[in-house]
């Protein structure tokens, strides 16, 4: 993490905008692989950004057409010049979030990797999400959990009230897994020992979003 930290500094930022059609077309075209002398990451990750109204329940069909793909990194270096790239959380309005994921896993709860998983939850107030956001995804890139290939990726969510941090990971039975998760995100986060950590399966999402639109309809 030190060499993240360290290495984000020697990166110029050209700009600061989200506008990230161009790096999607171009991540499009070939396999990102670390440059010439740049240090790898141990899996590559790529960014998602999604937004949608927050009053229309979402299928999961049109949950993936709504979520945009916008960059991949495969090393340190990489990673800062995108990220300094990117707006903050904080800095976002309305109904949105980030995701970033393993390249090859998609942010969905049906995906193959993320279907027999879960989640751990942390709801923020207003004005924490930049900082605890940063903290989390240069732990996870910087393979701080040590729970070898169980993390697939890590979501803010921008709500009008709050904010939602969650990180993801493949097996939600496994207690002992789920445990050293959990203990990780409270030292790297800095957690108060009082606060409120909730972990929900990927199947109870499901049946929670599938409940709440057939309760829509049926209104």
Not at 50 to 56: A, I, M, N
Not at 92 to 101: A, C, K, N
Not at 124 to 129: P, V
Not at 153 to 181: C, K, P, Y
Request: glycine content about 6%; overall charge neutral; aromatic content about 10%.
């Amino acid at each position: 993490m030190n060499q993240l930290q360290r290495l984000r500094e020697e990166e110029e930022s050209e700009s600061y905008h989200d506008d990230t059609d161009e790096t999607n077309n171009n991540n499009n075209r070939h396999k990102v692989s670390p440059g010439a002398g740049e240090h790898p990451l141990q899996y590559n990750y790529t960014f998602w950004f999604s937004r949608r109204t927050p009053s229309r329940p979402s299928s999961s069909q049109s949950y993936e057409q709504n979520i945009r793909q916008i960059g991949t990194v495969a090393s340190v270096e990489q990673f800062w010049r995108f990220y300094s790239h990117l707006i903050r959380p904080g800095d976002l309005s309305g109904h949105s979030d980030f995701h970033l994921f393993k390249e090859g896993i998609k942010p969905m709860w049906e995906d193959e990797c993320n279907r027999g998983g879960g989640k751990w939850i942390i709801r923020l107030r207003k004005g924490l999400a930049s900082r605890f956001w940063e903290n989390m995804i240069l732990a996870m890139v910087g393979e701080q959990f040590m729970v070898g290939e169980e993390i697939c990726g890590a979501v803010v969510s921008v709500r009008f009230q709050e904010d939602i941090l969650s990180i993801w990971n493949r097996t939600s039975n496994d207690q002992t897994t789920t445990s050293r998760i959990r203990d990780t995100l409270r030292r790297v986060l800095n957690l108060p020992s009082n606060t409120i950590m909730e972990y929900k399966t990927h199947n109870d999402s499901l049946r929670d979003n599938s409940s709440f639109r057939n309760t829509k309809i049926s209104l």
